[in-house]
């Protein structure tokens, strides 16, 4: 079953501003805020309790929040893949209310979806040009995993402590394309170390 901002986890009704939407709600339904007695969020509906004893339920897709709460969600937005699965979620608000024949909130919801529809179409150009961007970094990132990867499986077969001095040496030369990546230093320094101590026991047990 399709997702909706609701139940896909991209709101939660119980973190909205109370306050706001209190003035939503008696905005909404023309009447004083003292008139309202109290609201209830509940997972899908806002339950109005008013002064003189009945209460309604209101749609937060009735509100302006909905609206700005909606564009938060694309904006919290940091790769394709979110954006996508929140997508599905956005297709299945826009087909919310197909079936009213209310002329007025068919005309509200379509510059909801309108105003939605513009908030994705930048963010996705926003995510498309920082990957962009960070292309040469990861491509970097990823030259680094390998030298580092390579060298683990030939400090792998090193077999005594002077041949691994000699590697170390020859690592420590290489390693100032890497010095910008303190994880992949840090990785490989570990690697060294444990190594030489592998082989240092080794030496040690042979003594004996």
Same mark, same amino acid.
């Given at each position: 079953?399709?997702?909706?901002?609701?139940?896909?986890?991209?709101?939660?009704?119980?973190?909205?501003?109370?306050?706001?939407?209190?003035?939503?709600?008696?905005?909404?339904?023309?009447?004083?805020?003292?008139?309202?007695?109290?609201?209830?969020?509940?997972?899908?509906?806002?339950?109005?309790?008013?002064?003189?004893?009945?209460?309604?339920?209101?749609?937060? $897709?009735?509100?302006?929040?909905?609206?700005?709460?909606?564009?938060?969600?694309?904006?919290?937005?940091?790769?394709?893949?979110?954006?996508?699965?929140?997508?599905?979620?956005?297709?299945?608000? $826009?087909?919310?209310?197909?079936?009213?024949?209310?002329?007025?909130?068919?005309? &509200?919801?379509?510059?909801?979806?309108?105003?939605?529809?513009?908030?994705?179409?930048?963010?996705?150009?926003?995510?498309?040009?920082?990957?962009?961007?960070?292309?040469?970094?990861?491509?970097?990132?990823?030259?680094?995993?390998?030298?580092?990867?390579?060298?683990?499986?030939?400090?792998?077969?090193?077999?005594?402590?002077?041949?691994?001095?000699?590697?170390?040496?020859?690592?420590? &030369?290489?390693?100032?394309?890497?010095?910008?990546?303190?994880?992949?230093?840090?990785?490989? $320094?570990?690697?060294?170390?444990?190594?030489?101590?592998?082989?240092?026991?080794?030496?040690?047990?042979?003594?004996?």
């Amino acid at each position: 079953m399709s997702k909706n901002l609701t139940t896909g986890g991209f709101i939660n009704p119980q973190q909205l501003p109370l306050e706001q939407v209190c003035l939503e709600v008696a905005a909404l339904l023309k009447v004083t805020l003292k008139q309202i007695e109290r609201l209830e969020l509940w997972p899908h509906q806002i339950w109005v309790k008013f002064v003189e004893g009945r209460g309604k339920f209101i749609s937060y $897709r009735r509100l302006p929040l909905w609206v700005e709460q909606g564009i938060a969600a694309i904006n919290n937005c940091r790769d394709h893949s979110s954006l996508k699965l929140l997508a599905e979620a956005l297709s299945v608000e $826009r087909d919310w209310y197909q079936d009213s024949n209310d002329s007025e909130l068919l005309q &509200q919801w379509d510059l909801t979806i309108s105003l939605w529809r513009q908030a994705w179409g930048e963010k996705s150009q926003e995510i498309t040009q920082e990957e962009e961007q960070l292309k040469p970094l990861r491509a970097h990132q990823q030259a680094a995993s390998n030298w580092l990867q390579a060298w683990q499986q030939v400090l792998h077969f090193c077999s005594d402590c002077d041949s691994l001095n000699r590697l170390a040496t020859e690592i420590e &030369q290489q390693s100032h394309e890497f010095a910008d990546l303190p994880e992949i230093m840090a990785a490989l $320094r570990q690697i060294l170390q444990q190594r030489w101590l592998e082989l240092s026991h080794t030496k040690v047990a042979d003594a004996v």
